[in-house]
């Protein structure tokens, strides 16, 4: 997220403000202790000149089930928030982009558990690329699996997409990047595979998709679960089961999906190459597929919130 230069507006409590003035008091409750609720969206121009913002009901939707797991209740309808995101898209000229709703606890509590802290909302975007199987799927992506867990069932509710989760998901990265890795893949505390930093794992064995389930203790993603339903439609068999660090390993593909990530093939992990170390057919036909949904127009019934831009900045 360093692209920050070319948008001017941020959506602050039901206000359009300048990007400067989208501040919080230094003792928010929320910077102190991680609990702030957000979501990750992409918008996509598409070759019809339409902007197509991938599954906004779904992400919004999903931003209200992190709120009530940590009873928050947000002072804006969903409608409300939908909305103030296509206002603020709108608003920057936005068409290739990243957006943020974030919900947050103001500075009325210091205690832990919030007493009456105010509940806050901010939508920030960012100018973002294309669609990344049209420009190319970056491949040669190394992994490597991290000293961290992704938590135990019991210590967290898993489910929402909470600040505080990403402390792990900052130190596995750092990890990573440290010994040159791309990007770390995170065991749960029986040693399987969960996900890895903020994109959800897949991997290809003898033609069938396995991912790791949505009852363990993954995010359970809105491409990820898109990446199922196109699978099953191109005829491949989807899987959700437990998967150990060896059979990803031996697999045929090895794939990560997110928002930002889209569909990121893994061609190495832990030193071992994935097969013949190239992005699989399988990974191909999926990330061709999901470009014909958001960026050619190709109908389909998990679609985005389409709106025609009045103006846009390239
Ligand atoms: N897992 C985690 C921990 C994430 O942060 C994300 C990004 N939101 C994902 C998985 C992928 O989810 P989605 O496809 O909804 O972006």
Not at 99 to 111: D, F, K, T
Not at 126 to 146: D, I, Q, Y
Not at 268 to 293: F, H, M, W, Y
Request: charge should be negative.
């Amino acid at each position: 997220m360093h692209h920050l230069s070319k948008v001017k507006w941020i959506w602050q409590d039901g206000n359009i403000v300048p990007w400067e003035d989208a501040t919080v008091h230094v003792m928010t409750h929320s910077l102190h202790y991680g609990v702030s609720l957000f979501e990750g969206i992409r918008s996509y121009r598409r070759t019809d000149g339409f902007v197509d913002i991938f599954r906004l009901n779904d992400h919004i939707d999903r931003l209200f089930n992190s709120a009530a797991l940590f009873h928050i209740k947000i002072p804006f309808s969903k409608q409300n928030l939908v909305n103030a995101c296509v206002q603020v898209v709108e608003k920057n000229h936005l068409a290739n982009g990243y957006i943020r709703p974030i919900v947050y606890l103001g500075p009325e509590s210091m205690a832990v558990s919030a007493p009456g802290a105010s509940v806050h909302v901010a939508i920030a975007t960012f100018e973002w690329g294309e669609c990344l199987a049209t420009v190319s799927m970056r491949p040669n992506r190394r992994c490597k699996t991290s000293t961290f867990f992704r938590g135990n069932a019991g210590s967290s509710f898993f489910r929402a997409k909470v600040a505080g989760h990403y402390t792990t998901a900052y130190l596995a990265k750092h990890e990573a990047a440290r010994q040159g890795y791309d990007e770390a893949i995170l065991l749960d505390g029986n040693g399987l595979l969960t996900e890895a930093n903020s994109e959800n794992l897949f991997i290809v064995f003898k033609g069938v998709l396995k991912t790791p389930p949505d009852w363990s203790t993954i995010l359970p993603g809105l491409t990820r679960e898109f990446i199922m339903t196109i699978a099953e439609e191109l005829g491949v068999p989807v899987q959700e089961c437990s998967i150990g660090r060896d059979a990803m390993l031996l697999a045929d593909e090895v794939f990560l999906t997110g928002t930002y990530a889209e569909i990121s093939p893994v061609t190495e992990i832990d030193d071992v190459c994935i097969n013949s170390g190239e992005p699989g057919p399988i990974t191909t036909a999926l990330s061709q597929k999901l470009r014909e949904v958001v960026c050619l127009g190709s109908k389909h019934p998990v679609h985005g919130h389409l709106f025609a831009p009045t103006q846009v900045n390239k």
